[in-house]
């Protein structure tokens, strides 16, 4: 009996499958216009003090997300903003230098891990990207070289954890191959697009 139920479950599957995506469709807009780009391991910062050339610096975040600069030892910068991290530098060199004023420049994005768009499956070059503001699906798809051969494009998902874990259903093989644009939406920090291989 057991058997028999197995495979009624595996014939519910194919036919839903077969019936069309079982996700809604994306949003086309995603990302709101208060995002602020926050600091990841593997980031590079630039560090100027002013009027102190000797405590500036240029340094990378480490893969522990804190850095550390002349006068400032083990500081975190993953998850803030770089005026954060300036206000924060300038607290701790305040013990040795009147008034000092900071200023960090982010010149090398990787960004949080839990704000990178991962894209897995089909994609010509799957990777993590990190994720910029008003950033779309075709961003995505040029960055990850587009399509395999065997991908099943229109059965792509995206899935946003910002939005308790919902996965919305997109149509890549109608954005890159038929060039509709209505198909293109926006992403939002931490969306991962699952890309299934076709199964013919």
């Known amino acids: 009996m057991s058997r028999l139920a197995g495979i009624a479950a595996l014939a519910a599957v194919v036919a839903g499958c077969a019936g069309g995506p079982a ?3 994306a949003p086309v807009s995603a990302s709101g216009p208060d995002y602020s780009y926050k600091i ?7 560090i100027v003090v002013w009027r102190n050339p000797e405590l500036s610096t240029s340094v990378p975040v480490r893969p522990d997300g804190k850095l550390s600069t002349p006068l ?11 005026v954060e991290v300036a206000r924060d530098i300038e607290k701790v060199l305040g013990k040795y230098v009147r008034d ?3 200023t960090v420049v982010v ?3 990787v960004g949080p891990y839990s704000e990178q768009i991962r894209v897995v499956g ?3 070059k799957p990777q993590a990207l990190p994720f910029k503001q008003k950033m779309t699906l075709l961003d995505v798809m040029i960055a990850v070289g587009g ?5 099943a494009g229109n059965k792509a998902t995206i899935l946003r954890g910002g939005a308790g874990n919902q996965q919305y259903s997109v149509r890549l093989q109608d954005l890159l191959r038929r060039g509709d644009v209505s198909a293109n939406v926006e992403m939002q920090p931490g969306d991962i697009l699952i890309i299934p ?3 013919f």
Request: charged share 15%; glycine share 10%; no cysteine.
């Open 147 to 151: 399509l395999t051969d065997f991908a």
């Open 72 to 82: 400032v030892d083990e500081l975190v910068a993953q998850g803030k903003t770089s």
């Open 100 to 102: 000092p004023v900071v």
């Open 122 to 124: 089909e994609a010509a």
């Open 40 to 46: 990841g391991p593997g980031d590079n910062l630039n």
């Open 107 to 109: 010149t090398g994005f």
């Open 23 to 25: 996700h809604p469709p």
């Open 197 to 199: 291989q076709s199964l």
